[in-house]
């Protein structure tokens, strides 16, 4: 396995200013990234904050040892019990079969930060993935991409019993999910590791009991020695240890909602990308009400109520919720970024680009609750290279970083039109010439004979050049017969690396690579040492 680092610029203008320009927007976060004294500056914060570090621990020993975690995870969640002890932290929704590659990248990049922290600061640093198992978009995360007949095809699961359910609470139709998988490897070559992968996937399955439980196990399973603690936002009992926080949410609401709304705003007219769907009367907290996720806003007397009316709630009486039933209460995204600092040690997040511009408007939040947002790294990015395909870029004489920023199609258009003796559209543009020329006299003496006459040479010349465009189409389409096997490759080359116009890691699933390289393929890729400021690596396997 070789691994490379391309240089890709940051297209999100607030990254690019984050990462190399921080006075600029210095305003949005809490710490650069460029200060060499920012471990030290933000252990030192860590140390005046206090954490239920006891309890915390006691409840993620119960939930990874339900996801059959292995000795390491356990023996980081014991290191939490340390005061000492802080955590790398990043998480995603369950997604099937972990959904796109970025979501195994995005864990790589915690344990990398993890590693490279504690080495860093002489103290224990763990990795931490927070599933958002409170997510209630189930059509987000129920289908992965596959490659079929040539294309990139969404194949989604049943999606019987759904609801505005949280995920976790979600049905699990065992035999549904089963039959799903059969309809993914039904299509992937037998390879040495085809037989391993199909059991392990399977067992999977069959001891879940949930969406969550499915995605938890699975990720044990690829990242078996990396210590890395799972952490189900959902689980009733993380929701009483979040009790309290609650409360103070509820309490500074109003400060929390204004804050990020106007932070929002001034962002954009910055000309800063942010997406969070973001209303000054929104509470940012959800309240679970019949088996449905419904979002909270306040109304100008101050009661908090379902956007679409379904309850309606006195600050008291929310307050009393958070206090006696707390596992009614999830967060959004706004919320969970700030519930993540409350409950947890964090040393730093770790998260996409998407993520990185909706939390440049949170710092007002983590203002209202007197917290200092943690600083904010974006995960790696990766583009996966099987032998054959690294082949033919070489032979093609493609470079890496284009094809994967811009794709090959221009390059195979460039490609045909060079092929033959003189190249057909040459020819024809030539021909085109030669006939306007021997043409142009008609359309001069018929436009003094009658303007009905100019009108018509003019039609008959259009007619002249469509019949030509047709012939040139046509010779195209045998040339490409002639050519199909290299216009393939160039298909396929595109179809790997540059999938909907975009990154492999936003297509692809991990399905393709496990089953040719093995379950151990990420761990692997893990185990070399990754510099996180670095723009993007070309894995080579």
Sequence with gaps: MRIEPISLADKNPLIADYKNHFTKIQDKFQYDLNDNTIWKKRLKYLESQSFNREKLAEELTVMNDRYNASEEVFVNINKLKDERTSVIVGGQQAGLLTGPLYTVHKIISIIQLARQTEQQTGRPVVPV?????????????????????????KVQAAANGYNKSSVTDLPFNQQEIHDWLESILSDQNETEYSVDIVHRLKQIIN?????????????????????????????????KLESSYF??????????????????????????????????????????????RVLLVRDTSGRFTGKNGEVTFTQEQLLATAENRPWLLSNNVVTRP??????????????????????????????????EMPPVFQRLSFTLLDRKSD???????????????????????????????????????????????????????????????????????????????????????????????????????????????????????????????????????NSHHLALDESHYVVKI
Excluded at 129 to 153: L, P, Q, S, T, V
Excluded at 341 to 364: D, H, N, Q, R
């Design 207 to 239: 001891t879940s009991s949930s969406y969550t439980d499915f995605f938890a196990k699975l990720v044990h399973q690829l990242f078996p020695s990396e210590g890395l603690i799972l952490l189900d936002a959902h689980d009733p009992q993380i929701r």
């Design 391 to 525: 082949q033919w870029l070489k032979r093609m004489q493609i470079d890496e970083q284009e094809v994967i920023e811009q794709g090959v199609g221009a390059r195979k258009l460039s490609w045909l039109a060079a092929t033959g003796s003189p190249p057909v559209g040459e020819l024809v543009e030539e021909v085109k010439k030669e006939m306007e020329v021997i043409h142009r006299p008609l359309r001069e003496k018929a436009s003094q004979l009658s303007p009905d006459l100019s009108a018509l040479a003019e039609k008959n010349w259009d007619y002249i050049k469509q019949s030509v465009d047709f012939l040139e189409k046509r010779m195209n389409q045998s040339i490409q017969g002639q050519y199909r096997k290299q216009i393939d490759t160039f298909d396929e080359l595109n179809l790997l690396l540059h999938p909907f116009g975009g990154f492999q890691e936003r297509v692809w699933s991990i399905i393709p690579w496990i089953n040719t390289y093995g379950m151990t393929v990420f761990e692997r890729l």
């Design 247 to 292: 409360v103070d949410m509820i309490k500074n609401n109003n400060q929390i909602a204004e804050g990020v709304y106007s932070s929002e705003q001034k962002s954009k007219q910055q000309g800063y990308p942010v997406s969070l769907d973001n209303d000054i009367d929104d509470a940012h907290l959800f309240y679970h009400h019949k088996g449905e």
């Design 338 to 371: 700030l519930m993540q600092e409350c409950l947890l040690p964090v040393l730093a997040f770790v998260g996409g680009p998407g993520e990185i511009s909706y939390w440049s408007a949170l710092k007002p939040g983590f203002d209202a609750l007197d917290l």
């Design 129 to 153: 993935f927070w599933i958002a198992g409170e997510d209630h978009d189930f059509a987000e995360i129920n289908h992965i991409y596959m490659k079929k007949n040539g294309r990139m095809e």
